[in-house]
């Protein structure tokens, strides 16, 4: 993955965004665990494309899965991305 944006989630846990590794033109996020040797782990620490976030978000909010305070954190996150985009 050849990472363009990292969001620090503290304790070295990490959201990157970057190019996909099977395709340069699609846009992946990993969740990202440090081990101790610096590196990252595979087993925690997936890429997966951009748009694969959708039906995981849906389909965990279907079965609430969730707590409120989680939810009204995605809810409100979307609430602003539409408002950016439309100013």
Known sequence: MNVQGTV????????????????L???SVRNRYPTRTGGFSPH???EMPIHDVV???VETLQR?????????QILQAAV???R????
Not at 11 to 23: P, V
Not at 64 to 72: G, I, V
Not at 84 to 87: A, K, Q, S, V
């Open 8 to 23: 620090d989630l503290g304790d070295g846990h990490r959201i990157e965004f970057g190019q996909g590794t099977w395709n």
């Open 25 to 27: 033109t699609d846009t």
């Open 44 to 46: 925690s620490s997936s």
């Open 55 to 57: 039906p995981i978000a």
């Open 64 to 72: 609430d899965l969730l707590n409120s305070e989680e939810t009204m």
């Open 80 to 82: 602003d991305s539409i």
């Open 84 to 87: 950016r985009r439309l100013r």
